[in-house]
C-alpha cells in the first residue's frame, strides 16, 4: 500500500486575523469607538495593567470584583494576576454573553461589528478567557444564529474541538399572531460549551451534566464492598449472543452498610470505587442469566461483550443477594480537587421553556433587548458549580451574572466597560447586599442580603511617551511594573520609606524583586544595597530582580552579583513590545 501524506490544515479564517483591534474608549458614552488594527504585541492591546480600587460595598472583606474598563485589558491584567494560584482559586466556571454582531444598534452596545472584527474580538478574548480557567473549569458562550456557526469553530479552534462538550437551544421568545407558523420564525439562542482541559469531565459531560450529591442519593447508595474475597468458578452458561459465561461465587468477603452518622462526603470520596446498590435489570441479556446464578450471597459473571461500551473487552458484572450491583462511580463523578463525589444528570440539550417571560423587572434595571434571566444563570450555575467556585462573566451588562452568583453565594468576577457599571450594575448588587432584591432567583434561593464586592477601574498605561507615566503614583508604578513580570505587590514599609517597593515572584517562593522608579536624580548605593539585603535575608530570598530608571552603584566584593540582577526602566519594558 502506498502512503500519502496530506499538507493543510482545517481552520477558520478571515481578514487580519493576524492581526488585532485597539478601540479608543469614549469614556463618557463607555464604549469603544473607532477600531484600529494593529501587531498582537502592540502595548495598547498587550499591556497589563493594574486594577485601580474605587470603593467597598457591603463586606469589606468580600473577594467578589466589579471591574470598569476594556474587557480585554482587564483579562490580560487578570491573566498576570492569576497566575500561581491554585486550582481552587482558579475560575470554575465563565458565562459571557458577548455582542450577536446582529447588525442591530442597541442603546446600550454597538452590535454592528463588521465580521473579520468580530471574530478578532471573540478571538483575543477567549483566548485569555481560557488561561484563567480551572483545569476542571467550563465556559458557556451565548449567541444567536447571526454568528453561532462561525463561533463555534473559532471555539473548536481556541479550546481545541476535544474540548467541545454541548449546544444548548434556549428558547427566548414564543410565535405569536395570525399566521406566523407559516413563516420561518428566530425563537431560539445558542449556548455553546466547552471544558478548559480535563479530557475526562469533557467524556463526562457531553453524557451528563454535575450537580451536587443529594441525601436521597446516599439514602440508596450505602453499602460498600471493603473487598471481593476468594473467587471461585463453579459453571459456565454458553449460548448466548457474548459467548461463554463464567459464574464465579465469592467466600471471605467483605461488606459494610454505611449508617447515617458515617453518610458524609469524606466516606463517599473515599469509598467511590466500592460503594454500590442494588436493583433488578431491566436488560434482557441480565433477565435471562439471574435464573441460572446460583443462591450464594456475592455472585459475579465474567464475559467479552459484543457491543457497547465495553465491546470486546472482558467485563465483570457482580450481584448481591439475588439482585444486580449498580456502582456509584457509574453514576457520577469524583471531584480531585474539591476533595467530594456528585451525582450525574441527563443534560437536556434543549430548553424549551421561555425563560425571558417576565424578566423586565429583575433586579430593579432596564436593559432592553440584552438583559438575561436570573433563571438562566441559576440552571448553568447549578450545573457547573458549587458554593464559594469562582464565576465570571467579562460582557458583565446589567449584572445578571454576578447577581445569580451572589444569589447563589459563589464567588464572582464581573467585567464592564460601559457607564451602566455605575448605573445599572452597582445599583441592582447594592439591593442584594441590602435584602432588597426580591425578583428573580431570590425566593428560590432563599436571599435575605448579605456580602459584598470590592469596585475597581481600569489604570493607566505604565508607558507614557517612551518613559514611564509619571502621573501614575510611585505604588501604583511599582504594582505596574511587577504586573508585566510576574511578581506579587508585599507589604515592606521599610522600603517604602526609601520610595522602593518590593514583590515577590508568583511560582517561585524566594524569587524577589524591588521597583525603584524617581524623576530625580538618585543612585542606588552600596549601603542601600547592604540594608536591602540584610531586610531580605530574612525572606530566606535566593534571587533579587531590581527594576529601576536611576543609577545602581557596584555592590561590594563580597556580595554575591549571581543573586542580583538589574533591569533597567522603562527599557525592560519597552523591549517587550518592540518599541525599542
Known amino acids: 500500500m502506498i502512503k500519502r501524506n496530506y499538507k493543510g490544515s482545517l481552520r477558520l479564517d478571515w481578514i487580519n486575523k493576524d492581526l488585532s483591534l485597539y478601540y479608543e474608549i469614549d ?144 428558547k427566548t421568545k414564543t410565535a405569536s399572531g395570525v399566521g406566523q407558523e407559516g413563516f420561518l420564525m428566530t425563537i431560539n439562542e445558542y449556548i455553546l460549551v466547552y471544558a478548559s482541559t480535563d479530557k475526562k469531565l469533557v467524556e463526562n459531560y ?78 434482557g441479556l441480565m433477565q435471562k442469566i439471574m435464573p441460572q446464578l446460583p443462591k450464594a450471597e456475592l455472585v459475579s459473571i465474567e464475559y467479552v461483550p459484543s457491543k457497547g461500551r465495553n465491546a470486546g473487552k472482558v467485563h465483570r458484572e457482580y450481584f448481591y443477594k439475588g439482585a444486580i450491583i449498580v456502582w456509584l462511580h457509574d453514576t457520577a463523578i469524583k471531584d480531585i480537587i474539591d476533595k467530594s463525589v456528585n451525582k450525574l444528570i441527563k443534560n437536556n440539550s434543549f430548553w424549551e421553556q421561555n425563560l425571558w417571560q417576565g424578566i423586565d423587572p429583575e433586579g430593579g434595571v432596564k436593559f432592553p433587548q440584552s438583559k438575561k434571566p436570573e433563571k438562566l444563570l441559576e440552571r448553568i450555575l447549578k450545573m457547573s458549580t458549587k458554593e464559594d467556585d469562582l464565576v465570571l462573566d467579562s460582557f458583565a451588562g446589567s449584572g445578571t451574572t454576578g447577581a445569580v452568583a451572589h444569589k447563589m453565594r459563589r464567588k464572582w468576577l464581573m467585567v464592564e466597560v460601559g457607564r451602566h457599571t455605575e448605573e445599572k450594575i452597582i445599583p441592582r448588587l447594592q439591593n442584594i447586599i441590602f435584602g ?61 520609606k526609601e520610595n522602593i517597593y518590593l514583590g515577590r515572584h508568583q511560582s517561585a517562593r524566594y524569587h524577589f524583586a524591588l521597583s525603584f522608579a524617581s524623576r530625580e536624580v538618585k543612585t542606588i548605593t552600596e549601603d542601600l544595597y547592604e540594608k536591602i539585603v540584610a531586610g531580605l535575608d530574612k525572606e530566606k530570598f535566593k534571587h533579587l530582580t531590581i527594576f529601576t530608571n536611576v543609577a545602581v552603584a557596584v555592590p561590594p566584593d563580597s556580595f554575591d552579583k549571581e543573586k542580583i540582577l538589574v533591569k533597567k526602566i522603562p527599557a525592560a519594558i519597552l523591549r517587550e513590545y518592540n518599541l525599542l
Open 27 to 170: 469614556e463618557k458614552e463607555g464604549k469603544g469607538v473607532r477600531p484600529v488594527w494593529v501587531k498582537k504585541n502592540d502595548i495598547r492591546v498587550a499591556e497589563p495593567r493594574i486594577l485601580r480600587f474605587a470603593k467597598s460595598y457591603g463586606e469589606a472583606t468580600s473577594e467578589n470584583m466589579l471591574i470598569k474598563g476594556d474587557n480585554l485589558l482587564v483579562l490580560r491584567s487578570l491573566v498576570e494576576m492569576f497566575k500561581g494560584k491554585q486550582e481552587k482559586e482558579r475560575v470554575k466556571c465563565i458565562y459571557i454573553d458577548p455582542p450577536y454582531n446582529s447588525g442591530n444598534a442597541f442603546e446600550h452596545y454597538d452590535d454592528n461589528l463588521k465580521h473579520s472584527e468580530w471574530l478578532t474580538m471573540m478571538r483575543d478574548r477567549l483566548s485569555l478567557l481560557k488561561k484563567l480557567l480551572r483545569k476542571d473549569g467550563l465556559i458557556f458562550v451565548q449567541i444567536s444564529e447571526d454568528e453561532h456557526a462561525y463561533l463555534k469553530c473559532l471555539m473548536d479552534e481556541v479550546f481545541g474541538r476535544d474540548k467541545y462538550i454541548s449546544t444548548i437551544v434556549v
Open 206 to 283: 457531553q453524557k451528563y451534566i454535575e450537580v451536587p450529591i443529594e441525601e436521597n442519593v446516599t439514602d440508596t447508595y450505602n453499602i460498600v464492598l471493603m473487598n471481593t474475597g476468594k473467587e471461585k468458578q463453579i459453571k459456565v452458561i454458553g449460548g448466548s449472543r457474548v459467548g461463554e459465561i463464567k459464574v464465579f461465587s465469592h467466600a471471605n468477603f467483605k461488606i459494610v452498610k454505611l449508617n447515617k452518622s458515617e453518610r458524609t462526603r469524606e466516606s463517599y470520596y473515599k469509598y467511590f470505587e466500592k460503594i454500590f446498590r442494588t436493583t433488578n435489570p431491566k436488560g
Open 436 to 496: 432588597k432584591d426580591l425578583s428573580g432567583v431570590s425566593k428560590d434561593m432563599d436571599w435575605k442580603g448579605g456580602g459584598g464586592f470590592k469596585y475597581f477601574k481600569l489604570g493607566d498605561s505604565v508607558i507614557h511617551e517612551q518613559d514611564m507615566n509619571w502621573k501614575l503614583k510611585a505604588g501604583e508604578m511599582a504594582e505596574a511594573v511587577f504586573l508585566h513580570f510576574q511578581y506579587r505587590p508585599i507589604k515592606a514599609e521599610w522600603l517604602e
